[in-house]
């Protein structure tokens, strides 16, 4: 029998050696998810019979043309998938059951991938923990009294569980890269665009959101390089669209310039997390890479927030409904200049005019410079995630939400910094685990490279996992 621990690779091996069969992955994950699913509660959402009889019709192996053929997948709740609800958490679309797939699961599909079930996430996929009313709570299956992450909260733990073998996740503040920090896994958020995300949307949603990405999530750096190929590439109505990819070149990590930004005055990091950080980049230079602990692109990472925060949540809150937004339009008319409370910035970031906006957009498009100037003297950096592990379930109001960071109760929202320092400037960005901390939790350490860099950054966590960054099965749910 296979162990539903196994990468994706492994278990295609097992497939075109002939040693496992479709349906036996199938009945194994199936069968995972029924005995250990009700506590962690990643699952929203099967399709049991249709996957057994999917399995069933598998009578060839994987190949170049098909590889992933007889692969049980799970994707996160907001991706369409035919006879599904699609619901991203919220009661008013429990009855929005989606009559196709998204694209990139017709691409997975057609690459012979077996869809199982869909994740949990948090309502609106606006939270860094998984939970809304409709779905329940996602608990983290390393410590069921901490949350996964999110958006992709479901996606990870599912990974983690063992109750799939690749998942798909999406990511706008982290939520690919914060979950597999929290999880233990290997997450990618890819550079803007290169996987298209129609049908990552609720109805009526069609043009590519801002700032927001699909990507894998995976319990190998491999398995990531091999989800990226298949689902990677132009939508149907830009054919002429090409993307160049570039990996590690031959001489490996012995030429790699690697910068390390392991925390910063807009949000201090934990001596823990700092502390992985830099043992990732001891191991790399131990692999031959050189090591510059100093180098910054030429901004600060309180002017790159500046342009993220407001970006963010104009694109965030768009879609409130109409009543809400012109109270929130009156609130910002109606507040003094020199009010900066949270509800009124809120507010102001949500109703901003055109004009402010493309000034923040041609901001951004400054830090993507200041970026690329970078990475002509370094070839990745790395970064926490966020300023610590796993979080305890905290679901009051944002606004009464603390993270305790070395004794020091930083707002919930600012622990996004780490992923909007990148995720605003549309970079690619590849999370690798690097073991438990002392309380048990996993931290994971964030790769990042330059635009279309997302060979070069999985290759490095790829080359990270050979030297021991590996994914670790949780105690309480084994093989």
């Known amino acids: 029998m296979a162990n539903p621990f196994a990468t994706a690779v492994e278990l295609l091996e097992l497939l075109r050696d002939g040693e496992v069969s479709a349906l036996e992955l199938t009945d194994m994950y199936l069968d995972r998810i029924e005995k250990y699913n009700g506590e ?17 019709a598998i009578s060839s192996k994987p190949d170049n043309q098909r590889p992933l053929l007889g692969l049980p997948i799970t994707v996160k709740e907001a991706y369409n998938v035919a006879g599904s609800p699609t619901t991203w958490g919220k009661p008013e679309f429990a009855a929005n059951v989606a009559n196709e797939d998204a694209l990139a699961v017709q691409r997975l599909k057609a690459a012979g991938a077996i869809v199982i079930g869909k994740t949990n996430v948090p309502l609106d ?44 996740g999406s990511d706008i503040g982290g939520s690919i890269r914060t979950p597999a920090h929290f999880s233990g896994v290997f997450g990618h958020k890819p550079t803007w665009a290169l996987l298209p995300s129609r049908g990552h949307a609720l109805p009526g949603m069609l043009v590519e959101p801002d700032i927001a990405v699909i990507g894998p999530l995976a319990r190998s750096a491999f398995d990531l390089e091999l989800q990226l190929d298949i689902v990677a590439g132009a939508d149907a109505f830009e ?3 090409r ?101 009124v910035e809120m507010a102001r970031m949500a109703t901003m005019d055109h004009r402010t906006w493309l000034g923040l ?34 679901h009051r109001p944002i606004s009464e939400r603390t993270v305790d960071v070395d004794g020091f109760a930083m707002p919930y929202f600012q622990q996004i910094f780490w992923a909007g320092l990148t995720g605003i400037s549309r970079l690619p960005s590849t999370v690798v685990p690097t073991g438990l901390s002392d309380s048990g ?26 030297v021991g960054f590996r994914f670790e099965a949780p105690a309480a749910y084994p093989a």
């Open 40 to 56: 962690i509660n990643a699952i929203v959402w099967q399709d049991a019979e249709r996957a057994r009889d999917a399995a069933r």
């Open 125 to 168: 996929l606006a939270d860094l923990q998984s939970y809304n009313e409709l779905y329940g709570v996602c608990n983290n299956p390393y410590d069921l009294a901490h949350t996964p992450g999110g958006s992709s909260g479901g996606s990870a733990a599912a990974l983690a569980a063992g109750f799939s073998a690749l998942e798909m």
């Open 239 to 241: 054919p002429g669209i």
């Open 243 to 343: 993307y160049e990819l570039p990996g590690l070149d031959d001489s490996g990590f012995a030429s790699l310039r690697v910068a390390v930004w392991a925390t910063d005055p807009a949000c201090p990091v934990s001596k823990e997390v700092q502390g992985r950080v830099n043992l990732v980049a001891e191991a790399l230079e131990n692999a031959g890479a050189t090591i510059d602990y100093e180098a910054r692109p030429n901004f600060t990472g309180e002017q790159s927030h500046s342009i993220y925060n407001p970006l963010l949540w104009s694109l965030m809150l768009a879609g409130v409904p109409e009543q809400q937004f012109e109270d929130m339009q009156a609130q910002a008319a109606n507040s003094a200049p020199d009010d900066h409370s949270d509800d």
């Open 361 to 394: 957009h041609n901001a951004r498009d400054g830090l993507r410079w200041a970026w690329h100037e970078f990475f002509q003297d370094y070839d990745v950096l790395l970064a926490p995630q966020t300023p610590t592990p796993a979080i305890k379930h905290d």
């Open 441 to 466: 939790l996993p931290i994971g350490v964030q790769i990042v490279g330059n635009a279309y860099g997302d060979r070069l950054t999985i290759q490095v966590a790829q080359g990270l996992e050979q």
